[in-house]
Each structure stands twice: as structure tokens, then as C-alpha cells.
């Protein structure tokens, strides 16, 4: 049983998590669009995950014996001015999710929903791993400083990540 605040924020939730999806492939089209294939990948496996996340908070509802909603999606952002700018947008998404799930642990901490709390932690380690990803390639794009040579190497590191679903 969950209250009917917590189940509107769940439900809203899993929007945001299909809609990240979408977001993120959004990106990977338009880094194969700039021939960065590698990049690409990072974020088709990245689109994977938030399908996951959102399916994450589907079961979670169902096992809460609650009816999920879905809602429709907005149009993501499809053009974009190169590569660091695309990591900067998702840096920024990042932070707005890991918002969005501690609003949803305060609202859980009020009302004292223990079920929840212990659902959303794996949610809470999630986005500090997700942001110091974001932030470390980040990192690595502003040093390569527009160096072709620099970028394809990366560009090949991101092509070998796969999804691989979090057994947790
Ligand atoms: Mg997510």
C-alpha cells in the first residue's frame, strides 16, 4: 500500500526514467550523426539502463500491489553543438533525476514508508555513480581540448561499454 502522493510521484517517476531513455537516444543518434560511433554506444547502453530504472519502479509498484500509470513523453532535444555540450545536457539530466529521487526519499521519510526508503537507496547510489561517470568523461573531453586523435581514442573506449542489468 502506498499513499496516493507517493504513488503520483512513483508514477511520475517512471515518465522521467522513459523519457531519460529517449533523451539518451536522442544523443546516440546524433553522435552517429558526427561519426562518433563509440559515443553512440555509450549512450544506447545508456538509454538501456534508464528502461531498466523504469521498469525498476514498475515492478516495484506492482509488488506494492499498486496500479502503475503511464504517461506520455515529451520530445527530447535532438540537435546538439558537439560533444562536450552533449555531456554538459547530460550532466545537468542527471542532477534533475538525482533531485527528482530525493524528493521522492523525503516524501518516503515522512510518511515513514520503509518499503520505499529501502527501494530508493539503490536509487540514490545509482545517480552518484551515474553524475561521477557523466563527470569524469567530461573531464576527459574539456583536457583532449579539441584534439581529433585524443577524441577517437576515447571515442573507442566508449564503444566497448555494454549493459549489462545490475543484479542488485
Ligand atoms: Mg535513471
Redesign the pocket.
Given at each position: 500500500m502506498l499513499s496516493k502522493k507517493l504513488l503520483e510521484e512513483i508514477n511520475e517517476q517512471i515518465k522521467y526514467?522513459f523519457y531519460?531513455s529517449h533523451l539518451y537516444l536522442a544523443m546516440a543518434s546524433y553522435c552517429y550523426s558526427i561519426d562518433l560511433d563509440g559515443f553512440a554506444n555509450f549512450f544506447m547502453v545508456q538509454a538501456e539502463?534508464?528502461k531498466f530504472?523504469a521498469m525498476k519502479f514498475f515492478n516495484f509498484v506492482n509488488e506494492m500491489d499498486e496500479t502503475v500509470e503511464i504517461k506520455g513523453l515529451d520530445t527530447p532535444e535532438n540537435n546538439y553543438d558537439g560533444i562536450i555540450d552533449i555531456y554538459e545536457k547530460t550532466l545537468e539530466h542527471e542532477k534533475f533525476?538525482t533531485s527528482r529521487i530525493y524528493k521522492l526519499m523525503d516524501i518516503a521519510m515522512e510518511e515513514r514508508e520503509h518499503a520505499t526508503i529501502s527501494f530508493l537507496k539503490w536509487?540514490i547510489d545509482?545517480q552518484v555513480e551515474?553524475e561521477s561517470t557523466v563527470k569524469g568523461i567530461l573531464q576527459k573531453l574539456k583536457r583532449a581540448n579539441g584534439d581529433v586523435s585524443l577524441i577517437y581514442s576515447l571515442d573507442t573506449e566508449m564503444g566497448k561499454r555494454v549493459f549489462t542489468p545490475p543484479t542488485a
Open positions: 526514467e531519460s539502463e534508464e530504472h533525476v536509487f545509482e551515474e
